[in-house]
């Protein structure tokens, strides 16, 4: 399915927006956000994991290969890992607002750096399940949008 450019402009500007209101929400605010997500993917792993057959079932008629749709087929183990990978990066210090490197000039100037988000963020990857959200909760955590093409 081809995405038109209308379309691909409308995602940058909402993107764009959304990274605005991630760039300013407390750790507190994502890490709920990340624990929520975590827990939902426990507790839908039967709705997940039927539409990962779905998936399957349609790549390997297709004519995928079998080490691609090794990467794709989801069982309840991987699910677990997955959500136990997003609560360890809710587990991480909040990047966000970090000052270092300070230094103080003969003048007296303090000088450092602040991390700060990056905004939006695009990714083309490999189809792979858990890969969507991991890249997607290191985008949370580091409050950046990101627009995610398989």
């Not at 794709?72 to 990066?89: F, H, K, M, Q």
Request: charged content about 25%; overall charge positive.
């Amino acid at each position: 399915m081809k995405t038109g450019i209308g379309e691909l402009d409308a995602k940058g500007k909402s993107a764009k927006a959304a990274s605005r209101r991630l760039a300013y929400l407390s750790t507190d605010i994502k890490n709920q956000a990340l624990a929520n997500i975590a827990n939902d993917i426990v507790a839908r792993k039967s709705e997940i994991l039927a539409a990962n057959k779905i998936d399957y079932t349609e790549a390997r008629a297709s004519g995928m290969n079998e080490a691609m749709l090794d990467r794709l087929l989801l069982n309840t183990s991987c699910l677990e890992g997955i959500a136990r990978d997003v609560r360890s990066v809710a587990a991480l210090p909040d990047p966000v607002g970090e000052v270092f490197d300070m230094s103080t000039l003969p003048n007296g100037l303090l000088i450092g750096r602040k991390r700060v988000p990056l905004g939006v963020i695009g990714v083309i990857y490999e189809s792979r399940p858990n890969v969507t959200v991991d890249i997607s909760v290191l985008c949370l955590k580091s409050g950046n949008a990101v627009i995610l093409r398989g």
